[in-house]
């Protein structure tokens, strides 16, 4: 039951999680939430280890967190769940590419769906700032980076070796 369970909610968020890994966030919190298969501070683990290791942000935590909740064989599932609509997906809008490149009305769409999408983006930052900022020291840190990302166009990679760098030092 729970393998059914776990492709069944990781289909639902593949299918609606239009934009990229960081919309798979809000759906992620509704889990912990519904199921409680893990909580909101190993969600935020699972964040910060799925955007420090290599492979798509959402891939990376349906497999953590089908792992986490039923071993290997969740973790296969709920990554094949994810998975799953985008592939249908990008199958059926390959056989009709040519007719919505040209369609007026699936422009509009399209054009309709990103502020929607911009938005599951910002809640789910503001979700894990929530959790994230939780003292002077966090705030600082926050702060910091924030400015040091804006003015100084470096590698993700970069911020991320640093952060952790940063976390290491001042053991948070």
């Given at each position: ?15 609606f999680a239009i934009g990229g890994g ?151």
């Amino acid at each position: 039951m729970i393998y059914w369970l776990l492709f069944f909610e990781f289909f639902k968020i593949g299918l609606f999680a239009i934009g990229g890994g960081a919309v798979t966030i809000p759906f992620l919190f509704d889990l912990s939430e519904k199921y409680g298969w893990f909580s909101t501070a190993e969600l935020t683990d699972m964040i910060a280890v799925s955007e420090s290791t290599p492979g798509p942000l959402g891939v990376n935590m349906a497999t953590f967190a089908g792992f986490q909740t039923a071993g290997i064989l969740g973790g296969i599932i709920a990554t094949f769940g994810l998975v799953l609509p985008s592939v249908i997906i990008i199958i059926l809008i390959s056989k009709l590419l040519k007719q919505f490149s040209q369609n007026e009305h699936a422009q509009t769409l399209l054009s309709s769906i990103r502020p929607g999408v911009l938005a599951l983006i910002i809640f789910a930052g503001w979700q894990i700032a929530r959790i994230s900022i939780v003292d002077i020291k966090t705030t600082i840190i926050f702060v910091i980076f924030t400015t040091l990302i804006y003015f100084y166009k470096k590698s993700p990679i970069f911020y991320i070796l640093l952060s952790a760098t940063v976390g290491i030092i001042l053991k948070l």
